[in-house]
């Protein structure tokens, strides 16, 4: 088991440094620059910004620098935000963002769940079609268009909470965002758990333990529960990147001050260093989340497990 | 083949809300294919009698004006058009992609699996956002462009779930038969996992359209996709949030669009599912 984890993670290194190559060459090849204004500078201050930021110097050479000090964990400067380096911005917007995720994610897989198997054992029933109704709604909406009804309702309208202010570490502030970026992944992972418990309980083993004796709640919880979560699991890599992707929305609709906002201005801008350091640290996520998922996956399923 | 076809149509009819979503579907295709000719208005026309004015009959800004005056009505349909045909482009490519690459990927197994999947790693570390920013920089915006980067990174999911359902079936008595009656690799793909994972495809490839528009209007949302003057539910929406207190139906109009078309789809493709799900007969 151990060697299978340690086989992945070196494959894992590898991808990384292929994700950072691509991105790397593809965001120079790309016309217009990070010093590009409505007015074009005049050339000797050209000059001078891109001998101070390294760019005069070969392409090949600046990729070997980069690569040197990303070793060092220095993500280098940023071209716009002058006065940050980009591992201040990470360290600065990452926690808030990483913290809105986590809650989202472990709101989806804890609300989830349970409900995609309450769905599951009334199959059929009133509150079967309910909880699938609710489903298909949380999937269908983007985030963008939930956020802003949610906050017209609840903030412009009821004013229960606030619509656009961000405080650290407040829980009324965190509720709409946190809601509007957890919905699709709950909702999708409520209808997998469903359609996969359904099939399950339909499986001999399951006739078998009940035929047991054995009460609905162990059966569930002891026997149907695990082999039933495999296709959670496997989309689970899927969740981490569509929170990932509605945060960038979220954030900016609520105005949090979290990674997300650099992402699209840092490709607007051309901002190099800044969208390099974005690139790693979303890649890093999905694939140690997909890491997890391969160790999951094992645990859940005997029979995907490498022959011994 | 055909049985199984009345079947499934037999099994839709039956489901009220499939039913329900496909009328409404459809209503709002034909709205937003013939809708423009009953208004007046032509939705690139500023009106500055009436700059972010009330849905009303008079001037037949029938769902108001935008703070420029541009008439909401035919703007939320035009949006909806360029959503519908994306949609619907880009999942087709996205389809036959995703389910070749994942069968193959999951029947072979091993090295060959190992490599395709790093592959998919690969690309799905760079955020999809990303690979539609390159290539919107690189070649400038285009609608055309935008169609084939999303197809082209929609087929991702869909190969990862076809990969998954190809290894159990692989690992089933059937196909093990195949192999010992000389069958060729190929042909056990194509003739004996394929179709068996029409039932998945199908659930998938359903979603997938409403998906994809999602993504699309997320794009122009953030001001990657489709550009101003032109018209997207994504763009008029953002155009909506910034004036929300104000002007709430600036937001509600195209937001509710797009909000019941997507809804329509994805209850229309629920329903197909289990009408195509044999099982659960």
């Given amino acids: 088991m151990m060697r299978y984890f340690f086989t992945r993670l070196a494959g894992a290194i590898p991808t990384l440094f292929i994700i950072v190559t691509l991105t790397f060459f593809l965001m120079r090849a790309a016309p217009g620059g990070p010093f590009d204004e409505e007015q074009a500078l005049p050339p000797e201050i050209m000059a001078n910004l891109q001998n101070a930021y390294g760019l005069d110097q070969p392409m090949w050479t600046q990729y070997e620098r980069y690569l040197k000090s990303l070793l060092h964990g220095d993500f280098g400067p940023s071209f716009k935000y002058k006065d940050f380096t980009v591992t201040e911005l990470i360290r600065l917007g990452f926690p808030v963002t990483l913290e ?29 079609t309910a909880t699938m109704s609710v489903a298909v709604v949380g999937i269908a909406i983007p985030t963008f268009v939930v956020l802003p009804f949610l906050g017209l309702l609840f903030g412009v309208y009821l004013h229960w909470l606030p619509v656009a202010d961000w405080e650290p570490g407040s ?61 959670v699991a496997s989309y689970l890599v899927p969740a981490v990147a569509s929170i990932m992707t509605g945060s960038l929305v979220v954030e900016s609709i609520a105005g949090i001050p979290g990674i997300g906002r650099y992402l699209v201005q840092g490709a607007i801008n051309r901002d190099y260093t800044l969208v390099l350091g974005m690139v790693i640290i979303y890649s890093t996520l999905l694939i140690g989340m997909g890491l997890a998922v391969d160790l999951l996956y094992a645990w859940l399923d005997p029979r995907v497990r490498p022959a011994k | 083949m055909s049985r199984l076809a009345d079947d499934a149509v037999r099994r839709l009819r039956a489901n009220p809300a499939a039913v329900l979503a496909l009328f409404v579907m459809t209503g709002i295709i034909v709205v937003t294919v013939f809708g423009a000719w009953l208004n007046p208005n032509n939705g690139q026309a500023l009106d500055w009698l009436h700059l972010a004015a009330r849905p009303s009959l008079a001037k037949a800004h029938w769902f108001g004006t935008d703070r420029l005056g541009r008439d909401l009505f035919v703007r939320t349909l035009a949006g909806t058009r360029v959503s519908i045909a994306i949609g619907l482009v880009a999942s087709a490519i996205s389809l036959i992609v995703g389910v070749g690459y994942g069968a193959v990927a999951g029947y072979l197994g091993g090295r060959t699996d190992h490599l395709m999947m790093r592959i998919i790693e690969i690309l799905s570390g760079l955020p999809l956002i990303f690979f539609v920013i390159f290539l919107t920089v690189i070649f400038g915006r285009s609608e055309t462009l935008l169609f084939i980067s999303i197809g082209a990174v929609g087929w991702l999911t869909m190969a990862r779930i076809v990969r998954g359902q190809t290894m159990s079936i692989r690992q089933q008595e059937f196909i093990a038969a195949a192999i010992a009656s000389g069958a060729s690799t190929g042909r056990i793909i194509f003739r004996h996992v394929i179709p068996n994972l029409i039932g998945p495809v199908v659930v998938y490839a359903t979603l997938t359209v409403p998906q994809i528009i999602l993504f699309e209007s997320f794009l122009s949302f953030l001001g990657l996709g489709i550009q101003e003057p032109g018209a997207s539910l994504g763009t008029l929406i953002a155009e909506g949030v910034g ?39």
């Fill in chain 2, 243 to 281: 004036e929300m207190e104000a002007a709430p139906w600036i937001l509600l109009m195209p937001g509710g669009f797009l909000a019941v078309l997507l809804l329509c789809l994805n209850i229309f493709g629920d329903g197909l599912r289990d009408a195509l799900d044999v099982k659960e007969a």
């Fill in chain 1, 171 to 231: 829980i009324r502030h965190l509720a709409l965002p946190v809601i509007a970026l957890a919905l699709p992944p709950l909702a999708y992972i409520a209808r997998l758990t469903r359609g996969s418990m359904l099939e399950i309980l339909r499986s001999h083993f399951i006739r078998t333990a009940f035929a047991k004796g054995l009460p609905l709640r162990t059966v569930i919880l002891r026997h149907a529960l695990r082999p039933a979560l495999t296709p």
């Fill in chain 1, 100 to 128: 809105l995720g986590a809650i989202a994610l472990a709101l989806a897989l804890f609300a989830g769940i349970p409900l995609g198997v309450f769905a599951a054992l009334h199959h059929n029933s009133a509150a079967d």
